[in-house]
């Protein structure tokens, strides 16, 4: 999957920068908080800025439901909860809501919300964080890749 992507990516024909830009910003959306809406927001943004929807399908998709998504959660989550200064563990409380639920309880959805606050706000961060941690780390490493295969390409008869 990875291989043919990044076969994809070295073939389209937008300046480097261009594409690394557009891959880029896919990364940055991969890593966002804001799960489901991911190919959502990649469409948006190819469209307003009239990116190759293949660069910044390609960074977007780094997010893959079936191999890193629940790597990237999980990461996400740690690294927020060890900047606010919380235990990576998920407490009690909320434990005991997922182990015994009472679906027919207002009070019980009441403390869903009120204890799901504690694991949504340091994944939130957390997913931020990254977010623009490794787009800005994709860029500078995505157009020397394209740089070199253009030399390549070009040296090559």
């Known amino acids: 999957m ?6 994809r990516l070295l073939a389209i024909d937008d300046p480097p920068e261009r594409t690394a830009l557009a891959f880029s910003i896919g990364v940055f959306i991969a890593f966002s908080p804001f799960l489901g809406l991911h190919t959502i927001a990649a469409t948006l943004v190819a469209f307003l800025f009239r990116f190759n929807k293949i660069a910044i399908y ?3 998709f780094l997010n893959n439901p079936f191999l890193t998504m629940v790597p990237i959660i999980v990461v996400s ?5 060890f900047v ?4 990576v563990s998920i ?5 005991e809501l997922i182990k015994n639920p009472r679906l027919f309880s207002s009070n019980y959805y009441h403390q869903v919300v009120v204890h799901s606050w504690y ?7 957390g997913a931020s964080m990254l977010s623009i941690i490794c787009s800005l780390l994709a860029y500078p490493l995505t157009l020397w890749l394209l740089r070199q295969h253009r030399k390549r390409r070009q040296e090559s008869p």
Do not use: S
């Not at 407490?91 to 434990?95: R, S």
């Not at 694991?119 to 961060?125: I, K, M, Q, R, S």
């Open 91 to 95: 407490p009690a409380e909320g434990v």
């Open 77 to 81: 989550y740690a690294l927020g909860a």
């Open 2 to 7: 990875f291989p043919a992507t990044l076969r």
């Open 119 to 125: 694991v949504v706000e340091p994944f939130a961060l």
């Open 58 to 60: 390609a960074g977007t």
């Open 84 to 87: 606010l200064g919380r235990p």
